[in-house]
């Protein structure tokens, strides 16, 4: 696969689920983004009999292992196939360039069709630009093993209507605004998040700071829904402007509900 890959040293300092893990689990961990076999989408192929000769590992202690990454949502393994799914390995690879897609592409074919691979495409189609003239042409089959676990942290479907509608309307998206834009949906859900970005559009304020300054606003005035936005501005004299952002911000939410 690649030859280079990002590790983030401030794991060793500020992650304390890292931090916390038995060494033993430490180094099947480390060893998962940095093995010869490991593709920078983070969904390779790799059989336990060859992590237990290359780590030292025995069969037993790995498959704990992922058992802790599993619950932790930070790696999924199939036992059936060999796939393995370190989430969030291609977002710290800081690039989105040709080249590195070009490398996803490769090494996706690579990796036989499993439930896994479903959950990378579910997961990871915005982030590389499926729609935008990407091969999307994969088929998969999801199994029933028991070792597969299709809870998203970073791509569910509301997610995803989130990230389309920023990357269509705002700009780039960036690992780090997925980031942001993933703890906006936590704070706010998504059809705050998704009134907010077509409100910033509106208004031709496009840009992540606008939309989080606009959802902080709602939140601070007492706001449990978007359409509510009628009543405040009413309420504070704006009349007109105030009836136009409320409908703007009620055709949001009612198309994020579709």
Not at 31 to 50: D, K, T
Not at 55 to 63: A, F, N, P, Q, V
Not at 125 to 134: E, F, P, Q, S
Not at 197 to 224: C, F, H, N, P
Request: charged share 25%.
């Amino acid at each position: 696969m690649a030859d280079y890959r990002q590790l983030h040293t401030r794991m060793w300092s500020s992650d304390r689920w890292f931090i916390e893990l038995k060494p033993s689990y430490k180094l099947l961990f480390i060893y998962l983004f940095s093995n010869e076999r490991a593709s920078v989408s983070g969904l390779y192929e790799i059989p336990i009999r060859v992590i237990s000769f290359e780590t030292g590992l025995d069969k037993e202690t790995i498959t704990s292992g992922f058992g802790v990454f599993k619950d932790a949502n930070k790696v999924l393994y199939d036992f059936e196939t060999g796939v393995v799914y370190v989430r969030n390995m291609f977002k710290y690879q800081g690039s989105n360039s040709p080249k590195l897609q070009a490398r996803i592409q490769a090494d996706l074919k690579a990796v036989p069709n499993c439930s896994l691979k479903d959950v990378w495409l579910q997961e990871n189609r915005v982030l590389i630009g499926y729609g935008n003239g990407m091969d999307t042409s994969y088929s998969v089959s999801v199994s029933s093993s028991d070792s597969v676990s299709v809870d998203s942290e970073g791509g569910g479907v509301g997610e995803g209507a989130v990230f389309a509608a920023y990357k269509n309307n705002i700009g780039m998206l960036t690992p780090m605004n997925a980031d942001a834009l993933k703890a906006d949906i936590d704070d706010y859900t998504q059809d705050w998040v998704l009134a907010a970005i077509e409100y910033a559009v509106k208004q031709e304020k496009k840009s992540l700071a606008y939309v989080e300054g606009v959802l902080k606003g709602w939140k601070r005035d007492g706001l449990t829904d978007p359409r509510k936005q009628t009543e405040k501005q009413s309420k504070n004299g704006n009349g007109s402007t105030g009836q136009k952002n409320a409908d703007i911000i009620r055709k949001a939410a009612q198309n994020a509900r579709r």
